[in-house]
């Protein structure tokens, strides 16, 4: 018996070194070491990255449920139904948005005159909640006037389903802002909303408005609070705003001006979005930026769920992608409004009272500076044009402004001839950051484990701003590619020195409206729902503990490389919780063993208690979606643990998270 175990032993320890393994590496013998804290992990290291692409302001976050609330659109009824006597008018109250509706006598008492508004994909509504309707309203002298609002059913038009109604007089002929809430008798995803002329005098209404009455933190000019919670939940260190592509517009005239997203929500100018149009497969005539949600609402936001701000401004190009040749850009000795535009957005963030900018931001309804730290400048630009654009905007703010990080782009890929010239350009220009972007398949995910060990120390820090696994063929939030996101990220956790932000892209979806996907969150009017991304984005950022601690196999660190089984680690010490936090990756179909050694504890010493956390799928190819939200959600147990060492098996195709006390 002895002489056949000695035998398989030998065939064993043959087939090992055949295959090229090592013992250690057949049993995945990973040393953490425990008394060599590393670098510190930014707080901003995992965050958020929002752009108003898949309806994600407007339609999405934003609460507002009335499209063309202003009749601003290039069709100024787009959205909108119109019976009866009605006609638009161009000398409304807000300057910027100049258009609002006269509803007058139809001529016959049995004719109406009134208007419906389609909502996204609908006006949804739930029963028995409270939803606040206004408009700017007047009717003409000595002759008051009345409306009759309802939230209706329109699959029974004919015989219609009035689910909420409310009756508003207009008495005054100067505008005056009307509210009345409605609550529906019952949910409806497809609603409309309705209003009447009730009187045979006329009224003007302007700016209708509907939003429900619960909204994130309570804000009237709020957010959907079922997505901004999800947002909050991650717990992320940072918010990147407004955008990517829209920073950029399709052309100068159409990028995105924080300055029309400021001040009273009525006066601010709509502008086109790029997403509209940019994907003919996907195209959405109706999409537009109200600005509803704009700069102020980002810097709150960002305050209430604990994130720090990062806006995005223009740098006096228009998207390279659709604009070839300098025309279409602002010649560098032309730049300063645009500079400006970066100044007085620190000064709004920022500044005092006495400003002008942190005047109108006290005037919103936010006396305190934001404490802003970070302003990127450009989102995905190459060639020589950029660093000649951005050099003068460095040197402005650094002047004004010396303590505000600055982040540069490295255009829209992760390597190749443009990445390898801008790199070197932001290291000149002495950037604080450098933006990366990598939309990849899995292969690519699966080779970059390492991507950063061998990263410049000395010069700017990686933002790894846009990222996302896109399956090949299969572009859309399966369990799998969420699996190499976390595969990958063990990569940005090891090399926390050089990586100080990551933010996955884009963030939401909405579920009819979308041009982009995967994503990390989806939603349709009443509901959203976290991806797997989701789920590894909120372990991540949940569980980034405070220190890297190195973690090898065999004197390596763990990136997949060939003879690691499939294998992604890396480890963190939080100071806080006094926990040693491991995270691996199984991309493989194999389970592994996982033996966790903890190096340099003091002799004697125990661990106590091991949690773990996995997130794992029924196939690698599922996915959560409104119907079936939790088919992939984080499961936490616990492991038994004592000594310095933690002995266990990974599941194939599994993201653990070790927490050990
Ligand atoms: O996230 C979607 C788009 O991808 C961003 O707008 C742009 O920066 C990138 O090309």
Redesign the pocket.
Known sequence: MKTITRHLSALMIAAVCGSGLTSAQTTNEMTIQTNKIGAEIQPTMYGL?F?D?NYGADGGLYAEMIKNRSFEFPQNFMGWNTFGNVSLKDDGPFEKNPHYVRLSNPGHRHKRTGLDNEGFFGVAFRKGEEYRFSVWARCAKDAPSKIRVELIDPKSMGETQVLAKQNIEVSSPEWQKYTVILTPSETETKGRLRIFLDSDNSVDLEHVSLFPVETWQGHENGLRKDIAQKLADIKPGLLRFP????VEGTDLETRYQWKNSVGPVENRPLNENRWEYTFPHRFFPDYFQSYGLGFFEFFQLSEEIGAEPLPVLNVGLSCQYQNKGPKAHVPVDELDPYIQDALDLIEFANGDTTTTWGKLRAQMGHPAPFGMKFIGIG??QWDSIYPEHLKPFITAIRAKYPDIKIVGSSG?NSEGKDFDYLWPEMRKLKADLVDE?F?RPESWFLSQGARYDNYDRKGPKVFAG?YACHGKGKKWNHFNAALLEAAFMTGLERNADVVHMATY??LLAHVEGWQ?RPDMIWFDNLRSVPTSSYYVQQLYATNKGTNVLPLTMDKKPVTGAEGQNGLFASAVYDKNTREYIVKVANTGTEPQPVNLNFAGMKKGSSLTSCRVITLDAPDPESENTLENPSTVTPKESTLPISGQKLTTTISPLTFAIYIVK
């Open positions: 990255f752009e692409i955008g990517g592509c829209i989102n995905e829209p972007h939309y846009e892209a884009p982009w």
